[in-house]
């Protein structure tokens, strides 16, 4: 049973418009979350994080929300460049958890100039 | 600057070898992760590691093993390599901060023929 769910495994958006990349998980003992993002034939880089005291985070055009109570999180892009083309997945930990994170499938975000 | 480093960029094996991909990091990290990438299935964890000599399975650890003889270097072994286990590997470490993240490394493509 997926713990951490990326419903859209696909997203495509103009160049300049908001990109918007959602995630629901469903183990509440979850309390520190992350964005990364994958180019293909390239390992993921940390984008984003946010821990469950928080319900924003904000780095440059990069923008975390967190609804504890609806057990999801979105990736806001703005504005969204070609160069955010890449894979994004979510991923979650708990307390204990040894930094072993549970990754969502990931969404393919294509920006088109 | 924070490294992990992967031994093989590509690699092309006939069913049946040995196969073995190797990981190190230069964090002085305690923990590392091996990774497969499938189109479709996202990031599932194979094994990961939490001191030297010491591991742990993941979700997938069948048709795998891995050594951990020193802090640095992690190697995933795929002792019978079969067609199924063709995949991108994904290696990772982590800090002990708890709001730490995993650092990974650039990925093997494996091929197994």
């Known amino acids: 049973d997926q713990q951490v769910k990326q419903n859209s495994p696909s997203l495509s958006v103009q160049e300049g418009r908001i990109s918007i990349l959602n995630c629901d998980y469903t183990?509440?003992?979850?309390?520190?979350f992350l964005w990364y993002k994958k180019y293909p034939a390239e390992g993921p880089t940390f984008l984003i994080s946010i821990s469950s005291i928080k319900d924003k985070n904000e780095d440059g055009r990069f923008t975390v929300f967190l609804n504890k109570s609806a057990k999801h999180l979105s990736l806001h892009i703005v504005p969204s460049q070609p160069g955010d083309s890449a894979v994004y997945f979510c991923?979650?930990?708990?307390?204990?958890?040894?930094?072993?994170?549970?990754f969502g499938k990931g969404t393919k975000l294509s920006v088109k100039p | 600057d924070v490294k992990v480093t992967q031994s093989s960029r590509y690699l092309v094996k006939r069913t049946g070898e040995k196969v073995f991909l190797e990981c190190v990091q230069d964090m002085d990290h305690e923990n590392m992760f091996w990774y497969r990438q499938d189109p479709g299935l996202g990031l599932r964890l194979i094994y990961f590691s939490y001191d030297v000599k010491m591991k742990e399975k993941g979700d997938i650890p069948e048709g795998y093993s891995v050594s951990r003889e020193k802090k640095e270097r992690f190697s995933l072994i795929l002792e019978s390599a079969s067609t199924n286990q063709t995949s991108m590997y994904l290696c990772a470490s982590w800090g002990q901060g708890r709001t730490d993240t995993q650092y990974f490394g650039p990925g093997t493509r494996l091929t197994v023929l």
């Open positions: 183990n509440s003992m979850f309390d520190y």
């Open positions: 991923a979650a930990s708990g307390i204990g958890s040894q930094g072993n994170l549970i």
